[in-house]
C-alpha cells in the first residue's frame, strides 16, 4: 500500500511540474505578443507622421478623429501592416469608448505604455553575478542575523553564542565584539535576534533570558548598553524595526516569540529618548536604564505604547515585519491554520483585530513589496505564494523548488523574487510574468544539516547567505543603463560566418562568444580559450567551418564551433607573441605581429595537434615589426610594418620584388641599409634584384616629423577586390592606414602613392575594412568614432601628382565610448551592415547610413529585415575622366629627382642603367642569363632609382593598353568579285543541282583477297587450314571407337580397367 502511495505521489508531482511549465510557455507567449504590438514597433519618425495624422491643414489645432478615419489615415501614413492592428491600437487607447480619439489620448496611451515596457524589461533582467565569495569564519556557532548600518556603511554578523563581527564596506572585519548581559553567565547565552535601529544609531539585541537590550554604537564605550527590556513573558525569536523617514520620531519595534504572540512597541518620540529615564537619575552617568515589560503594558511610559495580538495559536513565530502603507503587521508560522497573519494597527485597540491566511505545512518566512502590495511565502511544501493582503487566496503559486523553501526576498527596484530552498538552490522569479529567469545550484557550502539567513541589500547589489557559521556572498555585477555589454571584458575582434549567418567575437578575458546575426541572439560562448591570456584577434577558414584564435602567449589555435580545438600552432615558439594578424591563404598561414619576418605555417604540416612554424624563403626584408598584410589572387601578398614601410611579395616564390614607403626619407634610408647589408652577403648578392625602385612621389602629411615611426605606422592593408583591371590602368588597388588618422591609396602595379587623405583628425591611429565590392571604406579611431567614405569613383586613373582630396563621406558616427578594435562588414538580406567592436565591452551592428540596428548582449533581439533603416542605395558609376582636379596639392617630381641622385651607394663599374630593367628575373632563361653574367663578372649595384619601374610581371615594362574596338571588317575583293580572279560562274553552279553517283555505279570490280593478298601467302593458308580438318576429324572418329569398346565389356573393378576409365574421361573433357 505504501508502494502504491509512492508512486501516486510522483505521478501527482510530475503532472504539477508539466503543468507549471505549460503555464509558463503560455505566460511567455503571451509576453511576446505585447512587445510585437503596433505601439511597440513605432519608431520616431513613425510618431512624428502620426502627430500629422491629426494636424489637418485648414486647422490650427489637432482634430479628433473617429475609428474609421483613424485606421485609413495610419494606413496612409505609415504605410505597413494590416488595418486590423490600427483598429487594435484605436480601442486601446480609446478606454472610455468616446467613439474618437485625439492626440492627447495617443500621446498618453504611448507614455503608460513606454513606462509598462520599461518595467517588464528590468523585470526581465537577468543578473550577473560575481564569483561567490566565502568570508572568513571568526563564528563558532550559527548566525542569527545579519545587519546594515547605513550610516557608517557596515555589516553586523552576530551569532548564537553572542559574538559580533563588524565588516567593513569592502567586506573587510574591522573588529571583533562579545553582546552580554548581566541576566546570564557567558556559557548559557543564548541571542536569538538582532535589529538596526538607524534613526537613533542604536542595535537591539534580543536573548533568550527573554530580555531585549538597546546598545548605543555613539558611546565612548564600544558597546555599550543603553537600555534593558526585561520581564516579556515568553522567549522572543524574531524582531523588525521600523521607522518613517519623514519623522524620525515615529518608529515600531515588532518581535515574535515562541507561544504564538506577537508584540509591538511603538514609539512617539525616538529621537529625544526610546523610553523614559528615572527620576533620579542624571544625563553625566552613563548607565543602563531598566525597563519591564509591564510598565510599557500599563503605559508609565509616555513616548511609546503597546500593542498585541495572538494569532498564531501557540505556534513559534518565525518572522514578524511591520508595513507602514499597509499599516499593518506580518507574521508567519510553520502550521497549516493561521499561517500567515496581518494584525490591523490601531491605537487604543488591544488586541489587534487580524487577518489569517492558510498554507499546507506552514510557512518559514516571507517578504512584502509595497509597490506591488504583494506578500511573498516560502512554504515548507516547497512553493512561493503570493498574496494580496485584501484577498483570502493567494493571487499566484511559484513552482520550481524540489524542497522546502526556507528564504524569500525580494529585488523591489527590478521587480524580481529571490527564493532559497533547502537543497541549497536559489531561483531569482520575473514578478511581472510569474517566471523564473535564473537558477543558481552547486556553488554553496556542501553540508547536511544547516541553519540559513538570506539577506540582500539592495542599494549595494549584495546577497549574503549563512549557512551555520559560514557566511557567504554574491555580488551583483553593477549595470550600466547607457551602455550595454556584449562581452565581460574589452572585445579584440570580431568576424562574420556567412554559412551559418553567425557573428562570432572575442575578448581579452580568452573568452569567444557567438551570435545570431539576423536577432542578436547569444548562441554559444567558450570560455578559457587560452587559459588567462589575452586573445588578439581571429580569422575564418576558407569553409567557414573553423576559426583560428591567436592570444599573447604566442599560439594560434584551430577550433571548429562545437568547441574543440583541432590544433595548436606554435607561432611564438614557446616565447610571447603579440600577434596582430592571421592570414590564411591556400597553401600556408601566415601569422604577423611581432617580428620583422613572416612565420609561415604549412597546411601539409597539420597532421599533428602541436604544430611547428617553417622557414620563410623570403626571410627578413622590413627593418622594423610586420603588423599586417593582406592577399590579392592569385599570388600577390603585401606586408605592412610599424615604420610604415610596404613589401609586396610573390606569394609563391615567397620572394619580395617590390617596396615603398610614403616617406622620402625613410625610403631613402630603407634602401640604403639593404644595400649595406648585402655589400656584407657575398653569398647572396642577387637579393636587391628582387626590389623595384623607391616611388616617387610622397606624402604631404607629417613633414616636421618625420622622425616620429608612429606617424607612419600600418595597422591595416586592404586591396579592393572589386575593382577589376585598374591598377594596369594606373588606378588604385590597395588602401593603407594607421598613424596620424591618415588613409592612402597606392598602386602596386607601378609602386605608386596615388592619394591620401586625413579621415580622423587628431587621431593617433585609426583601422578600417573594406567591403567586398569596394564601394564603401569605413574607418575608426580610438575615440569610438566611425565614419564610412564612398570610394566608387575615388582613384579609378592614374594622376600626374598625389591627389588629397577627401572621398565623399556618408556619415560619421560615434556607435562607441572607447577605442574601437575591430571592423567587419556583412551583407544580410540585401542590407550592407557594418559590425564595430570597441574595448567597451560592446559589440554594435548597424547599416551603411549609421542607423544602429542593435547592440549584442542587449535585452531585446531585433529583426534586421523589419529594420526601419532602408537599404543601401547604389550610386551609379558616372564615366571617369582622367583630368587635373581643381585645389590638388601636388609634389613637383624633378624636385625628388633631384635628391635622387645622392645618398645610395654607387659601385665601381659604371654601366647604362636606363636599358637594364631586369625583366627576365621570374623566367628560366632570364635566371640562366643572370647565373653566367655572375660567373663573368661583379653583379654591379643600382644607383639610379628614380629611373626604375616596378618589375612585379614579366613584361611589366611594355606599355599595356586597351584593344581598340574593331566594328566592321571589310570583305576582300576576291569575295566581292570572284569573276575577276576565277573561270568558273559561281552563280550557274549554285542553280544547278548536283547528282552524285550511287554506290553500285561507282564499284566496278569485286573485293576479294586475291586482289589484296600474294599468292604464296593465300596458298599458304589455305594448306593450313586443311591440315587443321584432318587432324580434327581423325580425333573425333578415334574417340567414338574407344567409347564403343568400353561400353561392349563387362565392368571390372581391376586397377588396369580405373586407369583406363581415368584416360577416357581426360580425353573427353579435352
Not at 182 to 204: E, F
Not at 392 to 405: C, F
Not at 519 to 547: P, R, W, Y
Request: aromatic share 10%; proline share 3%; charged share 25%.
Amino acid at each position: 500500500m505504501s508502494a502504491q502511495l509512492a508512486v501516486e505521489t510522483i505521478n501527482t508531482e510530475d503532472e504539477l511540474e508539466f503543468a507549471t511549465l505549460d503555464s509558463n510557455s503560455d505566460k511567455m507567449e503571451t509576453s511576446k505578443k505585447v512587445l510585437n504590438q503596433l505601439e511597440n514597433r513605432l519608431s520616431v519618425k513613425d510618431i512624428m507622421k502620426i502627430q500629422k495624422v491629426f494636424m489637418q491643414p485648414n486647422f490650427e489645432e489637432f482634430v479628433p478623429l473617429n475609428r474609421k478615419s483613424f485606421i485609413d489615415n495610419m494606413f496612409t501614413a505609415l504605410g505597413y501592416d494590416i488595418e486590423e492592428e490600427y483598429g487594435d491600437l484605436f480601442d486601446r487607447i480609446d478606454v472610455a469608448r468616446d467613439g474618437f480619439v485625439d492626440w492627447n489620448k495617443v500621446t498618453t496611451f504611448m507614455l503608460l505604455e513606454l513606462y509598462e515596457n520599461e518595467e517588464r524589461t528590468k523585470s526581465s533582467l537577468v543578473p550577473r553575478w560575481k564569483e561567490i565569495k566565502f568570508l572568513p569564519m571568526h563564528h563558532k556557532e550559527p548566525i542569527q542575523t545579519i545587519v546594515y548600518l547605513k550610516n557608517s556603511h557596515r555589516y553586523l554578523s552576530l551569532s548564537k553564542e553572542g559574538w559580533m563581527n563588524v565588516w567593513g564596506e569592502n567586506l573587510k572585519l574591522q573588529q571583533t565584539l562579545r553582546v552580554t548581559t548581566d541576566s546570564v553567565r557567558l556559557r548559557d547565552l543564548w541571542v536569538t535576534s538582532m535589529v538596526s535601529l538607524t534613526n537613533v544609531n542604536k542595535v537591539a539585541v534580543a536573548f533568550t533570558s527573554k530580555e531585549i537590550c538597546f546598545y548605543d554604537l555613539n558611546s565612548k564605550d564600544e558597546f555599550f548598553c543603553q537600555y534593558k527590556l526585561h520581564g516579556i513573558c515568553n522567549t522572543l525569536i524574531s524582531m523588525h524595526y521600523w521607522f518613517n523617514p519623514e519623522d524620525g520620531n515615529e518608529a515600531v519595534l515588532t518581535f515574535g516569540d515562541v507561544c504564538g504572540e506577537v508584540n509591538a512597541i511603538c514609539f512617539t518620540a525616538a529621537l529625544i529618548s526610546l523610553f523614559e529615564r528615572p527620576t533620579n537619575s542624571t544625563d553625566e552617568q552613563e548607565a543602563t536604564v531598566t525597563i519591564t515589560w509591564q510598565e510599557l503594558v500599563k503605559g508609565n511610559h509616555k513616548c511609546c505604547f503597546t500593542l498585541q495580538h495572538k494569532g498564531h495559536n501557540k505556534e513559534w513565530v518565525r518572522q514578524v515585519s511591520y508595513c507602514s502603507n499597509l499599516e499593518a503587521f506580518i507574521s508567519c508560522a510553520t502550521t497549516n491554520l493561521n499561517t500567515l497573519v496581518l494584525g490591523w494597527k490601531e491605537k487604543g485597540i488591544t488586541p489587534m483585530k487580524t487577518t489569517s491566511f492558510h498554507v499546507n505545512e506552514g510557512v518559514n518566512a516571507f517578504d512584502y513589496h509595497p509597490g506591488l502590495n504583494l506578500i511573498a511565502s516560502a512554504a515548507v511544501n516547497h512553493q512561493v505564494y503570493l498574496w494580496n493582503p485584501y484577498m483570502s487566496k493567494p493571487t499566484g503559486i511559484l513552482r520550481g523548488h524540489l524542497a522546502s523553501v526556507i528564504g524569500v526576498q525580494f529585488n523591489s527596484t527590478r521587480r524580481q523574487l529571490f527564493s532559497f530552498s533547502k537543497d541549497k538552490v536559489l531561483r531569482i522569479w520575473d514578478m511581472q510574468n510569474q517566471l523564473c529567469i535564473q537558477r543558481l545550484a552547486g556553488i554553496f557550502p556542501k553540508c547536511l544539516e544547516f541553519q540559513t539567513i538570506l539577506y540582500f541589500n539592495e542599494t549595494n547589489g549584495q546577497l549574503f547567505t549563512t549557512f551555520n557559521n559560514q557566511l557567504t556572498l554574491l555580488e551583483m555585477k553593477q549595470e550600466n543603463s547607457e551602455c550595454v555589454k556584449s562581452h565581460e571584458k574589452s572585445v579584440t575582434c570580431v568576424l562574420y560566418n556567412s554559412l551559418f549567418k553567425q557573428v562570432i567575437s572575442s575578448d581579452i578575458g580568452s573568452t569567444v562568444t557567438v551570435w545570431m546575426i539576423e536577432t542578436g541572439q547569444k548562441v554559444k560562448q567558450f570560455t578559457g580559450c587560452h587559459g588567462n591570456s589575452e586573445i588578439t584577434t581571429m580569422a575564418l577558414d576558407a569553409s567557414e567551418t573553423k576559426f583560428f584564435t591567436a592570444s599573447v602567449d604566442g599560439t594560434v589555435k584551430i577550433w571548429d564551433f562545437n568547441g574543440h580545438c583541432h590544433h595548436k600552432l606554435n607561432a611564438g615558439r614557446d616565447q610571447a607573441a603579440d600577434i596582430s594578424q592571421i592570414l590564411i591563404l591556400k597553401r600556408i598561414i601566415l601569422v604577423l605581429g611581432w617580428e620583422r619576418i613572416i612565420t609561415v605555417f604549412r597546411m601539409d604540416t597539420l597532421t599533428e595537434f602541436f604544430v611547428q612554424p617553417s622557414e620563410w624563403k623570403g626571410k627578413a626584408q622590413h627593418q622594423n615589426d610586420i603588423l599586417c598584410a593582406a592577399f590579392l589572387p592569385p599570388q600577390t601578398l603585401v606586408t605592412g610594418s610599424y615604420d610604415g614601410e610596404i613589401v609586396v611579395w610573390n606569394n609563391n616564390s615567397e620572394k619580395a620584388s617590390s617596396r615603398f614607403h610614403p616617406c622620402l626619407k625613410r625610403a631613402l634610408k630603407s634602401e640604403s641599409v639593404i644595400a649595406d647589408n648585402q655589400l656584407h652577403q657575398q653569398e647572396e648578392p642577387q637579393a636587391l634584384d628582387n626590389f623595384s625602385a623607391v616611388t616617387n612621389r610622397y606624402s604631404l602629411f607629417n613633414a616636421d616629423n618625420e622622425d616620429d615611426e608612429f606617424n607612419y605606422i600600418v595597422s591595416r592593408l586592404y586591396f579592393l577586390e572589386g575593382r577589376k583591371n585598374v591598377s594596369s590602368t594606373g588606378g588604385a588597388n590597395l588602401i593603407a592606414c594607421g598613424g596620424c588618422g591618415i588613409v592612402r591609396f597606392w598602386n602596386t602595379f607601378k609602386s605608386l602613392l596615388l592619394a591620401e587623405f586625413e579621415a580622423h583628425a587628431n587621431a593617433a591611429s585609426i583601422i578600417m575594412t573594406v567591403d567586398k565590392k569596394s564601394d564603401y571604406l569605413i574607418t575608426g579611431d580610438v575615440n569610438g568614432h566611425i565614419k564610412v567614405w564612398n570610394i566608387q569613383e575615388y582613384c579609378l586613373c592614374s594622376s600626374d601628382t598625389v591627389i588629397s582630396e577627401v572621398p565623399p563621406m556618408v556619415v560619421a558616427t560615434q556607435p562607441h565610448n572607447d577605442c574601437i578594435s575591430h571592423l567587419e562588414t556583412c551583407v544580410q538580406d540585401g542590407h550592407l551592415l557594418i559590425l564595430s567592436a570597441s574595448a567597451d565591452c560592446s559589440i554594435v551592428l548597424s547599416d551603411i547610413t549609421g542607423s544602429v540596428i542593435g547592440v549584442f548582449g542587449q535585452d531585446e533581439h531585433w529583426r534586421i529585415g523589419e529594420c526601419s533603416p532602408p537599404s543601401v542605395t547604389k550610386i551609379p558609376v558616372k564615366t571617369v575622366k582622367c583630368e587635373k582636379t581643381m585645389g590638388q596639392k601636388h609634389v613637383s617630381r624633378e624636385e625628388h629627382l633631384a635628391v635622387l641622385k645622392h645618398s645610395i651607394p654607387v659601385a665601381e663599374e659604371k654601366i647604362d642603367y636606363g636599358s637594364r630593367l631586369n625583366i627576365w628575373k621570374s623566367t628560366i632563361l632570364g635566371n640562366i642569363f643572370r647565373e653566367n653574367r655572375i660567373q663573368k663578372k661583379p653583379r654591379p649595384w643600382l644607383s639610379a632609382w628614380g629611373k626604375l619601374r616596378s618589375p612585379i610581371g614579366t613584361f611589366s615594362c611594355l606599355q599595356m593598353e586597351d584593344l581598340e574596338k574593331v566594328t566592321d571588317v571589310p570583305k576582300p575583293d576576291f569575295l566581292q568579285n570572284p569573276n575577276k580572279y576565277f573561270d568558273v560562274n559561281f552563280e550557274e553552279a549554285d542553280n544547278e543541282k548536283l547528282m552524285f553517283p550511287t554506290f553500285s555505279e561507282t564499284l566496278k570490280v569485286a573485293f576479294d583477297e586475291k586482289s589484296l593478298f600474294p599468292k604464296e601467302i593465300v596458298g599458304r593458308e589455305r594448306k593450313a587450314k586443311l591440315l587443321d580438318e584432318q587432324n580434327l576429324n581423325g580425333d573425333k572418329a578415334a574417340l567414338k571407337k574407344n567409347t564403343s569398346c568400353v561400353k561392349s565389356r563387362s565392368p571390372q573393378r581391376t586397377i588396369a580397367g580405373i586407369k583406363l576409365r581415368k584416360q577416357l574421361d581426360n580425353s573427353i573433357q579435352k
